[in-house]
């Protein structure tokens, strides 16, 4: 009996670990294994966590060294201590991740260390060091995430040629560092290394960046970043990366007018993308589909091609988010417990975490033309903010797309000052299916950045206040 379970989960990430805990508070017998060490998933241990404390401790840097003195705040002798900063992110960590065992403990989930192979429908092997124990359940998820990806012929050593993973934890800034991919955590990583002293180079094969966000936010993100110091090769395929033991040699080719160019760098960072992990979980064996990305194939209940057998996160269809994969978790808990589990996937907020940061939900200009939606479209500069004004953070605006009949809101996308926290009001909104003039006739306190929504909101109608 020990052994058996109502549903065990591989994969300890945002996904697996939600679930685990969702299914235990519905009552459910649940275990969650997990072969990293540790629980939190990506996200945690070489994601979201580390990028943004990384993100947050060179923004302070640069803060310090740059800005600073032109406020009045006169400071000097600023030192870098890489490895006291490295110190900080992995404290992070740990005491987040043992924050994720804290919790099962309370919620009673059992904890499996080691790796979980499906031996049959409601079996689940677990590999630790060399011991393998074999576990019952009625019910399996498979939470098993998603893993960098390369480009043929480059070989990620994670010193020279580094993932996203090595370029968390670089023990030097590097002199030059191409970032290979202008998606947003090269795009992020690229930033850190930039505030910290490194000339960074963003090569990308499109001739813009972060593929799928809404076109004129993605061009003025380019050109704050410019201003940043950060250079972009656009159009740009890359040939070949060799690694020349003390710096790596990228070479790329511009697709229109095929001309060649070389740049030597210190460090390399692939950052090209990411693929389901589906590593020895044996699924093939066992005819679980998986569609031709390599991703589990589920229905809208989440479940596999086996119907007790689940399947959530990065590891299926979807943006690769840690909040999706989350609502996923729930979802698949309810269900299996005979609830009404849901996501609803068309608000599904996404955030870069750069300076300035860079959040959208919704529908992009681009796919309301494409789908041949009519829309309205409301813009607001947070030039025109006063909040953003007196802290001297005015780039970027806000931009909030409504259907041009209903006026619902559509899509919501924003460039500008802590807009990662403000883009929830939007989602919130969306949830529960606001118009414009519902947010534009929703008091914002004042002098907050939130106005500057409730300015874009008024704009749909063209008639903004301050602007
Ligand atoms: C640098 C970086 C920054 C990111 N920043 C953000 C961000 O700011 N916001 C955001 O929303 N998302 C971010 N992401 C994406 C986010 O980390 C993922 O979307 C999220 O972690 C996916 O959750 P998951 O539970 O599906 O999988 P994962 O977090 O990948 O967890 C899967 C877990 O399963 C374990 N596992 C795999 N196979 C087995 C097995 N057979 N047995 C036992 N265990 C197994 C793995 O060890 C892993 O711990 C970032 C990712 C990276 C790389």
């Not at 923004?59 to 006169?74: A, H, L, P, R, W």
């Not at 068309?346 to 939900?361: C, K, L, N, Q």
């Not at 030039?383 to 909030?400: D, P, Q, W």
């Amino acid at each position: 009996m020990e052994n058996n379970f109502d549903v065990i989960i591989i994969g300890g990430g945002p996904g697996g670990y939600v679930c685990a805990i969702r299914c235990a508070q519905l009552g459910l017998k649940t275990a969650c294994v997990e072969s990293r060490g540790t629980l939190g998933g990506t996200c945690l241990n070489v994601g979201c966590i580390p990028s943004k404390s990384l993100l947050n401790l060179s923004e302070n840097y640069k803060k310090v060294t740059k800005d600073f003195n032109n406020q009045g705040i006169e400071v000097s002798d600023i030192k870098l201590n890489i490895s006291k900063m490295m110190a900080n992110k992995d404290k992070s960590v740990q005491v987040l991740t043992k924050g994720v065992e804290f919790l099962f403990k309370k919620n009673k989930v059992t904890y499996l260390r080691g790796k979980g192979v499906l031996f049959s429908k409601n079996n689940v092997v677990v590999y630790d060091n060399g011991e393998k124990k074999s576990y019952a359940a009625k019910n399996i998820v498979i939470a098993t995430g998603s893993a960098p990806t390369s480009l043929p012929g480059i070989e990620i050593d994670e010193k020279n040629i580094v993932s996203s993973t090595g370029a968390l934890s670089l023990n030097k800034v590097p002199k030059k560092l191409v970032v290979i991919g202008g998606g947003y955590i090269g795009l992020e990583m690229g930033s850190v290394w930039s505030r910290l002293g490194s000339d960074v180079t963003v090569v990308e094969y499109l001739n813009f960046i972060t593929p799928g966000m809404d076109k004129e936010i993605s061009k003025e993100f380019q050109k704050i970043l410019t201003k940043q110091g950060i250079k972009f090769k656009l159009n740009s395929k890359v040939i070949s990366v060799k690694n020349k033991s003390d710096s790596v040699d990228v070479e790329f080719v511009e697709n229109t007018n095929f001309k060649k160019e070389i740049i030597n760098a210190d460090k390399v960072l692939v950052s090209v993308g990411r693929k389901p992990y589906t590593e020895g979980l044996n699924i093939l064996k066992l005819g679980i589909k998986k569609d031709t990305k390599g991703r589990i194939e589920v229905n809208s209940k989440l479940q596999t091609s086996i119907t007790n057998i689940y399947a959530i996160g990065d590891v299926i269809k979807g943006p690769m988010l840690a909040h999706k994969a989350e609502e996923e978790g729930i979802a698949v808990a309810e269900i299996i417990a005979g609830q009404a589990g849901h996501v609803n996937y068309d608000v599904i907020p996404g955030v870069v975490y750069t300076s300035p940061e860079v959040a959208t939900v919704g529908k992009t200009e681009e796919q309301l033309k494409e789908n041949n939606i009519s829309y309205k479209s409301g813009k607001f500069p947070f030039l025109a903010n006063s909040r953003a004004k007196v802290n001297n953070e005015t780039e970027g605006f806000v931009k909030i797309l409504a259907d041009s009949k209903t006026d619902k809101v559509l899509g919501v996308h924003i460039i500008g000052p802590h807009c990662g926290d403000m883009i929830a009001e939007m989602a919130l909104a969306m949830e529960f299916g606001a118009s414009a003039e519902d947010i534009a006739r929703t008091c914002h306190a004042h002098p907050t950045h939130t106005e500057a929504i409730k300015e874009a909101a008024l704009a749909v109608d063209k008639r903004p206040i301050h602007f």
